[in-house]
């Protein structure tokens, strides 16, 4: 069984920073292109970051220059670090797992207010 562990969310004030974590478990990690995503209230879910493999990373366009995705293979572990932050950038975000099937954590709430 498939399990992804988010932590690290929190409040933070604008301009600072947050670094997320996602323990997996129940995957062959090293096969899988990890994730987060985020979903702000009223607004649909939208990619923040992935990584493959072989470390190919994405970003979406609003955390370019600001989020910064790693891996961590020996520890099943994927890490968003977030510096920047500004308001617009609150929402829970979710962990993913993909290969065959794509998988979701649980979702960790990201408050960035003054």
């Known amino acids: 069984q498939v399990h992804l562990v988010e932590s690290g969310g929190g409040l933070v004030q604008p301009v600072g920073s947050l670094r997320l974590s996602c323990e997996a478990s129940?995957?062959?990690?090293?096969?899988?292109?990890m994730g987060w995503y985020r979903q702000a209230p009223g607004k649909e879910r939208e990619m923040v970051a992935t990584?493959?493999?072989?470390?190919?990373?994405m970003y979406g366009d609003s955390v370019k220059g600001r989020f910064s995705i790693s891996r961590d293979n020996a520890k099943n572990t994927v890490f968003l670090q977030m510096d920047s932050l500004n308001p617009e950038d609150t929402a829970v975000y979710y962990c993913?797992?993909?290969?065959?099937?794509?998988?979701w954590g649980q979702g960790t709430q990201v408050t960035v207010s003054s």
């Open positions: 129940g995957i062959m990690f090293n096969s899988h292109t």
């Open positions: 990584i493959g493999p072989h470390n190919r990373k």
């Open positions: 993913s797992a993909r290969y065959n099937n794509h998988d």
